[in-house]
């Protein structure tokens, strides 16, 4: 038995066979050719490469793939219909006399070797690409074909080096126990979809990949922050009860769905669920939320090579909005740069890019973008209730900018004679200090305000959100966070809004008691983590929580805070 520490990112105990997700590995032999065999060679590159985009072309079609695996494909497509690809290959076959795989086998390596060694995390992101096709199509001409997720099944724990957006989407549709992966953090989104899925997760099980072997017994310990390898019986007994009174819980859980949430002092709260992909609307019905208080969009711009149309955002959006009404759905706009990578929207590399051109930056230094999606925006709210919001407004002039934008697109619809609906919530994400000091005057413009805490901390603390080495100083009761959040909620209060947390902090049942108190009127959290926060505000007191704030707000370290909670 072998026991390897790591950081828990979403909690709960799994229990299976470890299936380690690993690069394609073929064997691939050098073999010069003669100069009679250059011909043949060529003709085989060809026809290999036409028949792998052929295979491409018929998965795109294959509408029970998700549109992100769809457009994950279309780019491998693209990488096997460059120009310089079939120009190099053609040089390595013709001058350099080597056999077809030993070409292909040469460019990739080539390929992957530029793209990991790039400090640009869009660009070394590519590296999972290209090792993809370059699988798919040596193992075409091998004949040794094999999907990477073929035998995974529902005894399944993943292990992987690290994992990508668009892998935990393709993951997403299995069943499986658990991930684990040896590099990664809390609050990247693979980890956030993790939770929402109420999958056991770790990340940052440095030596993981080393000391272990594909199909092992295997026990992640999400509480604690461990992965067991070969437990001894005892310890899998142990765990065994652990995963069962969980489940117990779980099951325990699902009495709640149609209780409403208020506490015990009478306060209805609203609380609602975060999305990350439209898959996830499956978790948000069954577990009965009360609407989608965040709607990310940022997967419409990652991992593909082309921008979304509006008509494409447009149905998604419909989709979404029609299967929760009357709930409401809030859709964010855009909010990548930062950790949020996409090729699409010109993004030049940057030195800070947390700090840089990020959230709704974006969008006001792509317009023409930023109209598709806010009129795809107006024209779903036909279709049921939508709000809007806007991410890292860091003052008064941002939503000024927006507002005339939204003005322009719906004049722009009604030339052209197309039906929408402008009568929607405008809310402001508060998650950046300036945006906290001047609450009072982001609230004048807004309908509503949502707390996003998890770049709230990292903005406050400057302590960025992924950088495992330093995550003891993201403390989210560090007094600043609290006096932060309550100086929204009093600022929103004044000027008659209501406030929600958007953030992860919303989903960890500690925080829950400690943000009623602080006047928070509406929650939305990870559909995984619904019930159990539903939980908690049904055992809340807000009026008897509230005599403990005064000595909370305070306290001088984020511990005495923790000490109270
Ligand atoms: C947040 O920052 O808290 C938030 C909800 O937005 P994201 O995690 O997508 O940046
Ligand atoms: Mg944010």
Redesign the pocket.
Known sequence: MKKIKGNSVSIGVAIGKAKIINKHELYIKNKKILKSEIKFELSRFKEDVKFVINELDKLIQDYTYSKENRDILESHKLILQDPEFNKRISILISEDQNCLEQAINTYFTEAIDIFSNVNNKYLSHKVNDFEDVAYRLLSHIKGERKDILEDVDENSILIMENISPSFVTTVFDKNIQGLCTERGSR?S?SS?IARSMNLPMLVNTMGLLGNIKDGEDLIIDGNDGYVIISPTKSVLKKYEAICKKEKNIQKGLLSLIDKESITKDGKKIKLMS?I?IPQEIDQVLKYNSTGIG?F?T?FLFIDREDLPTEEEQYKIYKDIVEQCKPNPVTI?TI?VG???LSNILNITYEQNPNLGCR?IRISLQNIPIFKQQIKAILRANIHGNIKIMF??ISGVEELLKVKEIIKICSKELINAGITFNADMELGA?I?IPSAVITSDLIAEECDFL?????????YILAVD?DNQSISDYYKPTHPSVIRSIKLTVDNAHKHGIKVA?????ASEKEYVKLLLALGVDEL?VSPGRLLLIKKEIINCDIAKMKLKLEKILSCKTSTDVDKLL
């Open positions: 609050n989104h956030i975060n990350e965040l990310r940022e964010r909010d930062g950790d949020k959230g991410p890292m994400m998650e949502s707390i996003g805490t998890n770049d709230l901390i990292q959100r947390v958007c953030g992860e902090m939305s």
